[in-house]
């Protein structure tokens, strides 16, 4: 059941200060997705996972990732949030061991300015937690004084100075003269829209939140009204759309419509290349459907939408519209996909004319070093025409920025005709999983696509569209040593997790049906702080050893003797160090601390 509010007023109502009410938002939607009812949208994060429950929204902090967002059109001087809300029992009070406290709440400037962020923090006297404001940052600046309850239902108001950037949060306040508590002004942001987050915390706690108000002034939100607006929901889409190239239509998706306290229908626009109708299987136009309301009501109706036939391959995205007389715009976002069916995942134990990727590392204790993409193949194969790139498993596209990579030069000769060739990602890969890397080459009808921690089971864009990735079935976790990285071994035919990483040698491994007997170099101790290495063979020959800075230039050329090379005059860094003996050669990545 829904709380009741009275408001008892003792004064003249004349002397209260009112403005605008922005949004009026008390979650009463069927248990689900929050996005896209009431106009809130995902800003990040795993579609779908910020869900609504009981009539509340359920911000959880943990494995839930998706933060949602209600946008406005921004008015000027100050303004107001106010929202109901508890924390779920953690069994114990919140603890001050830790130090990641992550806001829940915040408004949204420009970009990512985010201002006036609620978090939830340990108590100050000894009871199950607090909450604390910042005007900007992500820690709270100021704290609550008194210590608040499990379980318990709070009204928290916050306001925010657009002029100078300052937020104020009440707790449980009757006027706005009562206690407050202050950030730190951050000067002028204009403020375009009001989010909830979920992310990571020490205690991964679960708020919940209800009858949420936005005005311009602290007596608009101070007490929940609801609204009484003309008012269209959408839900969820069902699921995503696609087909092959020359095939088409794609599969139904649905989602359903709403209205209330409406003054006239419902009028639904699809974007160019969806069709949509009010049954399954025929009906689908690409013109507006129009939804009668009968005393201001549309009752639940589903909506079916396609992709239109005989598209090109790639990805369709547009946003279908609903719109009322004096209702808000609803809007929700579609996207499709024409597959080019002839590409093939290879997989883990399959090469993309001859090439594969071969080893890689992306986690280590501490901050990540020497993260890299192995790639190894035929001696002599020209590599201009392959690409290596990189997935986000959150959402299963490419990671947005510094994703894709194209080889260059030729693989050298290691032995027996083979070898391998490096390409560290000082940009990092990504941790946690599942994430995924993809070599493929242009005009193959073959990409290997492989993952860490998980599996990827649509990729969303790039060249592994549509594919399912491969597990490799081990991986780094963030305890991994400085030095180990994970290597395809050639005879089980499975990855494998090595100490002694070797990017860009492919000495110590071999290609299917290929045995060779190459030189073992040991490299020790790596890192080092010694200002020397050992370094070892399986025989007595000198060995010719040469030292690379990152961006490639020579710093040192020597042979050794005595096992002992000399790394006294290089800065703290990475470096590579090619080891020759014998016609034989190899890198190694090098650690001066």
Do not use: C
């Not at 997705?33 to 995902?42: A, D, M, R, T, Y």
């Not at 209800?210 to 608009?220: E, S, V």
């Not at 030292?547 to 710093?555: E, N, R, S, T």
């Amino acid at each position: 059941m829904k709380k009741l509010y009275i408001l008892f007023f003792t004064i003249l109502i004349s002397s209260l200060s009112f403005g605008q009410v922005i949004l009026a938002e008390d979650f009463s939607y069927a248990d689900g997705s929050l996005v896209p009812n009431g106009g809130w949208i995902s800003a990040g994060g795993t579609a779908g996972d910020f869900l609504v429950s009981s009539g509340q929204a359920v911000v959880q902090h943990g494995t839930p990732s998706e933060d949602v967002r209600y946008s406005f059109t921004p008015v000027t001087g100050d303004i107001y949030v106010a929202f109901d809300f508890s924390v779920d029992d953690l069994g114990a009070p919140y603890s001050s061991a830790g130090t990641d406290y992550e806001y829940f709440a915040h408004f949204n400037g420009p970009s990512f300015d985010f201002r006036a962020r609620l978090d939830v923090v340990p108590g100050t006297g000894g009871g199950d937690f607090t909450v604390g404001i910042s005007s900007s940052t992500s820690t709270a600046q100021a704290i609550w004084g008194a210590d608040l309850t499990f379980g318990v239902l709070y009204r928290a108001v916050v306001g925010y100075d657009q002029d100078s950037g300052l937020a104020e949060l009440w707790i449980d306040a009757s006027a706005e003269g009562d206690t407050s508590i202050m950030g730190t002004a951050d000067g002028a942001t204009v403020i375009e829209g009001f989010s909830l987050r979920q992310s990571d915390s020490d205690e991964n706690e679960t708020v919940r939140v209800d009858n949420l108000m936005i005005g311009q002034t602290f007596n608009d939100v101070l007490v929940f009204v609801a609204s009484t607006d003309p008012n269209i929901n959408f839900s969820a889409l069902s699921e995503s759309m696609s087909y092959n190239e020359g095939a088409g239509p794609s599969n139904e998706a649905t989602f359903t419509v709403e209205g209330s306290d409406l003054t006239a229908d419902i009028t639904l626009t699809p974007p160019t290349n969806f069709e949509i109708s009010t049954s399954s299987g025929s009906g689908f136009i690409t013109s507006p459907i129009v939804l009668t309301q009968t005393s201001g009501i549309v009752t639940s109706t589903t909506i079916y939408v396609r992709l239109a036939s005989m598209l090109s391959v790639g990805n369709y995205n547009g946003d279908l519209t609903g719109t009322s007389t004096g209702a808000t715009d609803r809007i929700l976002s579609l996207s499709g996909t024409v597959i080019d069916a002839s590409i093939t995942n290879v997989g883990i134990t399959g090469n993309v004319d001859g090439v594969y990727i071969n080893e890689i590392h992306y986690d280590n204790d501490g901050g990540d070093v020497g993260e890299f993409v192995e790639v190894a193949g035929p001696a002599g194969t020209d590599l201009s025409d392959y690409t290596i790139s990189l997935y986000n498993g959150s959402d299963g596209d490419l990671y947005g920025s510094n994703d894709t990579f194209a080889l260059s030069g030729t693989i050298d000769d290691e032995g027996s005709g083979v070898g391998a060739i490096v390409l560290y990602i000082t940009s990092g890969l990504q941790n946690g999983g599942p994430d995924g890397i993809a070599l493929s080459k242009s005009g193959s009808g073959d990409i290997q696509f492989l993952t860490y921690e998980g599996v990827i089971s649509n990729a969303g864009d790039g060249p592994a569209m549509n594919l399912t990735s491969e597990d490799i079935g081990v991986s780094e976790p963030g305890t991994t040593p400085i030095g180990y990285s994970l290597e395809y071994d050639e005879t089980s035919m499975s990855w494998v997790v090595i100490s002694d990483d070797t990017p860009g040698d492919f000495a110590q491994g071999t290609l299917s049906n290929v045995n060779f007997n190459t030189v073992k170099f040991s490299m020790f101790p790596n890192p080092t702080s010694t200002g020397f290495v050992t370094i070892t063979s399986n025989n007595s020959d000198n060995i010719h050893a040469q030292v690379f800075d990152i961006l490639g230039k020579q710093v040192s050329n020597n042979t050794i003797s005595n096992n002992r090379l000399n790394v006294s005059n290089l800065n703290a860094g990475l470096y590579i160090v090619k080891l020759t003996q014998d016609n034989a050669s190899v890198t190694k990545k090098l650690i001066v601390k």
